[in-house]
């Protein structure tokens, strides 16, 4: 129990002493053109586009799953 009373305190300090983090310099521009986002945005609406099916019938096969229904019986008829 001594040790928790010794350990939490120097894991605060040492991890409050703890230099900012620098992030990237922002000093560059953005120099691609409306072609690349275009293309992006292009990437991005068939994605969005492809999801809609599969959510789709994602929720078929719950729904189906979920309501457990009978089997039926197939009679062949001569």
């Known amino acids: 129990m001594k040790t928790n ?3 939490l305190p120097t894991l605060a300090a040492l991890l409050g002493s ?7 310099s922002t000093n560059t521009i953005y120099t691609s053109g409306w ?3 275009a293309f992006f945005g ?3 609406a068939i994605i969005a586009v492809q ?3 599969a959510i789709l019938m994602l929720a078929g096969m719950l729904k189906a799953l979920l309501t457990g229904k009978e089997k039926a019986t197939v009679r062949q008829v001569k």
């Open 35 to 37: 072609l690349v986002l």
């Open 18 to 24: 703890a230099p900012a983090a620098h992030a990237a």
């Open 5 to 7: 009373g010794i350990l």
């Open 42 to 44: 292009f990437c991005a």
């Open 51 to 53: 999801l809609i099916p």
